[in-house]
């Protein structure tokens, strides 16, 4: 079973201050995805990355998929209230041909004013 | 482009009883995902249909099933409904492209059963 752990579960700062998500795996992925789900709406799709030790930033989100293609992080400068949510990133699994993602288990973050 | 849409938003049902849910994913994308979301257990896959084939499927008892009609359009259906099945099904259209398949997710559909 392929699973992405993400850490920290819970993370609750004050409007400004920086923060950084982490997933892993032991198993490698083609390619990995990052999400943020608001209360009662489905996950949105915030960036993509393919490359082992590619970087990506949108805005003040930093993206980066680790060298040998396990884990991946998502660093957010200067929270705001916006950034407020549920973050989850997502693996295709290696050589699996099809579309099936796996889900990390998510961190919640509230961002206070 | 319109979004993906998921029908209907809530759900109320009780044990031992059956429900339909709808997707209609985005115009173009073939491909149709469906996924149950629960506080315990977060996102777990259920099936992918594409081209009115499933080709790919999770670790979910036979009571879950659904099609994907000629349009695209999906349908998942739970029978023997039981109070485990309550949860947030969400339902997502893909282009696929490369090595990346992107997922475009609905709203979901809000299931209590009771």
């Known amino acids: 079973t392929q699973l992405l752990e993400q850490s920290p579960q819970f993370l609750s700062i004050q409007e400004g201050e920086n923060l950084t998500v982490y997933c892993n795996s032991s198993?490698?992925?083609?390619?990995l995805q990052w999400y943020r789900q608001e209360p009662g709406e489905g996950p949105v799709l915030l960036v993509t990355?393919?490359?082992?030790?590619e970087v990506k930033k949108l805005k003040r989100l930093t993206f980066q998929f680790g060298d040998a293609r396990k884990d991946s992080s998502l660093h957010i400068t200067a929270a705001q209230p916006g950034d407020t949510g549920l973050y989850l990133c997502?693996?295709?699994?290696?050589?699996?041909?099809?579309?099936?993602?796996?889900f990390g288990t998510g961190t919640r973050l509230l961002v206070s004013p | 482009k319109a979004g993906v849409t998921q029908t209907p938003r809530y759900l109320i049902k009780t044990r031992g009883q059956q429900v339909t849910l709808s997707c209609s994913p985005i115009?173009?994308?073939?491909?149709v995902s469906w996924y149950q979301q629960t506080p315990g257990q977060g996102l777990q896959f259920l099936f992918e249909?594409?081209?009115?084939?499933?080709?790919n499927k999770g670790n979910f008892p036979g009571r879950f099933s659904g099609r994907q009609f000629s349009n695209s359009r999906s349908e998942m259906n739970v029978s023997t409904l039981e109070l485990g099945d309550s949860a947030l099904y969400l339902c997502?259209?893909?282009?696929?492209?490369?090595?990346?398949?992107?997922?475009?997710f609905g709203p979901g559909t809000r299931l209590t059963v009771l």
């Open positions: 997502a259209s893909s282009l696929q492209r490369g090595a990346a398949y992107e997922q475009f």
């Open positions: 198993s490698v992925f083609s390619s």
């Open positions: 990355v393919v490359t082992g030790g």
């Open positions: 997502a693996g295709a699994p290696q050589n699996t041909g099809f579309q099936k993602l796996v």
């Open positions: 115009s173009g994308h073939r491909s």
């Open positions: 249909y594409f081209s009115e084939t499933q080709r």
